[in-house]
């Protein structure tokens, strides 16, 4: 079934598909200050990879990127971001592609669509890795959460992709912050930091975060409620709605 | 002769580039608290476009981004930052082309490689347009800077291609100030405000602009000169060096 399926979907001449191009997503998982990313692993390799395909010739790219996610993964609505293409020649290289090709037992081709050179196009997203639960359809082998640190080794540039994408995501999280939905509707100013250095990967000054962080312009400080030790609770704060902002 | 290039460039079947993919620039140029932005106009049409080009089977997409720019502009060296790509279905127009490649008389073909759906990879960059003079080979009718709040009527999705670059550009400009090089080595607080309302097309507030810029970290205040009214003198600035940052 397996091997009809991959038969079915992608031609040895890649009919109905864009040439060339192809999808890429880095999916941040975040929860409890652990940092993982989702990854795939190819039956009969050694190979992890993330999660990827490829463009319809009638569809947006945006889009192609939401349904590979999806049909990969089983992950819906994750709110992905396009960061960067990824085009240099040097990641061209059949040998992987092969190695996965016969793990599947496709017939070795040398002429097949997907040993040709692809661009990618880069998405990320961040999502509380508990409520994500991944659940590989039948092109995947096995599609899990990864610690960051701890990274298998990777096909391809597939490391410097994860590497952009973690840049861009450290460099865009006040931007970003309030779409990745990642904190309860309320939160004191120690799990909003918490957050950030998980993600920046480094600890943060507690002062100065807390100023550059009211400097926002984002946050909303709540009433303290009373606790018994009300001296020692700390201020809850929540995200401020578009219209107050 | 320009028919001679332009044909001994682009095959009917695209032969020797990548399918499908190509390269936009929107190149930004700024000077005297103006903003322009750098257009190619079509012989024999009214259509004017960004600088743009294809990738070569064996190039960097970003090295194709860098010599399309040079061989429609003449620019050399300008540092691209690649932003966006665009593949929304709905771009995929060929008549817009076809008008062009009956302007340059070559020949009508329903099949030809330029006539199919490309995806295209957005690049900014941001000059001082009078450093920067744009001197267009055989294959531009003409090149030049335009205002950028009186644009002419782009083709296929050109006007959202700049709006996009635009956006990241504001949003970006903390980050990327030093490295577009705008200012003279030193300049009043005055002179940064002006770029700053110039690119981002409104007024400032003096003392929040003010002490933002010193949040950032990246400025260094040099001592007053003397000028027989010392006290009216601003203060000069400069960026600080990497090692000092």
Chains 1, 2 share one sequence.
Request: glycine letters at 6%; hydrophobic letters at 40%.
């Amino acid at each position: 079934m397996r091997e009809h399926v991959i038969q079915e979907e992608i031609q040895p001449d890649g009919a109905g598909f864009l040439p060339g191009l192809a999808i890429d997503c880095v999916i941040f998982g975040f929860h409890d200050n652990q940092l993982k990313i989702l990854l795939l692993a190819y039956r009969n390799t050694d190979l992890f990879a993330l999660p990827g395909g490829f463009i319809r010739e009638k569809e947006d790219v945006n889009d192609a990127a939401k349904r590979t996610l999806a049909q990969r993964t089983g992950l819906h609505d994750i709110y992905l971001e396009q960061f960067y293409t990824f085009g240099n020649f040097a990641r061209y290289d059949p040998v992987p592609l092969q190695m996965i090709m016969a793990g599947k037992d496709l017939p070795p081709d040398d002429d097949h669509w997907l040993l040709r050179r692809f661009v990618t196009v880069g998405y990320y997203a961040l999502v509380d890795f508990t409520k994500a639960v991944p659940n590989p359809d039948l092109l995947a082998d096995d599609c899990s959460w990864y610690d960051l640190n701890y990274l298998p080794t990777l096909m391809l540039d597939h490391q410097t992709i994860v590497q952009k994408a973690l840049e861009t995501l450290r460099a865009d999280l006040d931007r970003k912050l309030i779409g990745f939905n990642l904190l309860p509707e309320t939160f004191t100013m120690n799990d909003l930091q918490s957050l950030y250095e998980t993600i920046l990967g480094e600890p943060l000054h507690r002062s100065s975060f807390q100023r550059r962080m009211l400097g926002l312009d984002i946050l909303e400080r709540l009433e303290k409620q009373y606790s018994g030790g009300a001296h020692k609770a700390p201020y809850l704060y929540r995200f401020k709605s578009e219209s107050e902002g």
